[in-house]
Antibody
Framework: EVQLVESGGGLVKPGGSLRLSCAAS????????MSWVRQAPGKGLEWVGR??????????DYAAPVKGRFTISRDDSKNTLYLQMNSLKTEDTAVYYC?????????????WGQGTLVTVSS | QSVLTQPPSVSEAPRQRVTISCSGS????????VNWYQQLPGKAPKLLIY???LLPSGVSDRFSGSKSGTSASLAISGLQSEDEADYYC???????????FGTGTKVTVL
């Protein structure tokens, strides 16, 4: 059974940093493309970014609002995905979901974690 | 700001059929497959339809997807109370080089 468990959320001040983790199990993590999707309170879903498997280059892509501030990385030895968030803004307040990604072209997100809440407030 | 437009809400009586539209452009729906996600109240989203019209294992065949040009639709037949949820369309956008979600549609069973 595929399991994705996010952790690391919490309250942080504007301008601060936070690192989220996503522990994966039930599939071959090293072969998987992974992504982060967020949802602000009462709002819709917003793609944050993705990371390809190392065999496919291990490269990353980001949404415009987070590019240059957020970094997605992975540790295949620990089956863990990370989201390093710097220079946080109040508009980054959201539940952050870790997902698996299928498809190099026309991708879709087939498994989702339960999410972790990040609150950016002074 | 979402680049895929959906109606904010739809409602229908039990056992009836509803359709949800999703309007995009040539850089997303017009050139890439559409996927649909269901989000039950207080839960994480779940993949409902992928590659325009395919159902993942375990998803009821009361759900169906279609696409034409730069628009897509999700249909729910035999509406049940358990279908009350938010539904999002999504697709890769070649111009943005990113994945885009629709604005979301809340389905209410009357």
């Amino acid at each position: 059974e595929v399991q994705l468990v996010e952790s690391g959320g919490g309250l942080v001040k504007p301008g601060g940093s936070l690192r989220l983790s996503c522990a994966a199990s039930g599939f071959t993590f090293s072969n998987a493309w992974m992504s982060w999707v967020r949802q602000a309170p009462g709002k819709g879903l917003e793609w944050v970014g993705r990371i390809k498997s190392k065999t496919d280059g291990g490269t990353t892509d980001y949404a415009a609002p987070v590019k240059g501030r957020f970094t997605i990385s992975r540790d295949d030895s620990k089956n863990t995905l990370y989201l390093q968030m710097n220079s946080l803004k109040t508009e980054d307040t959201a539940v952050y979901y870790c997902t698996t990604v299928v498809g190099a072209t026309s991708p879709y997100h087939d498994y989702w974690g339960q999410g972790t809440l990040v609150t950016v407030s002074s | 700001q979402s680049v895929l437009t959906q109606p904010p809400s739809v409602s229908e009586a039990p056992r009836q059929r509803v359709t949800i539209s999703c309007s995009g452009s040539s850089s997303n729906i017009g050139n890439n497959a559409v996927n649909w996600y269901q989000q039950l109240p207080g839960k994480a989203p779940k993949l409902l339809i992928y590659y325009d019209d395919l159902l993942p294992s375990g998803v009821s065949d009361r759900f169906s997807g279609s696409k034409s040009g730069t628009s897509a639709s999700l249909a729910i037949s035999g509406l049940q109370s358990e279908d009350e949820a938010d539904y999002y369309c999504a697709a890769w956008d070649d111009s943005l080089n990113g994945y885009v979600f629709g604005t979301g549609t809340k389905v209410t069973v009357l």
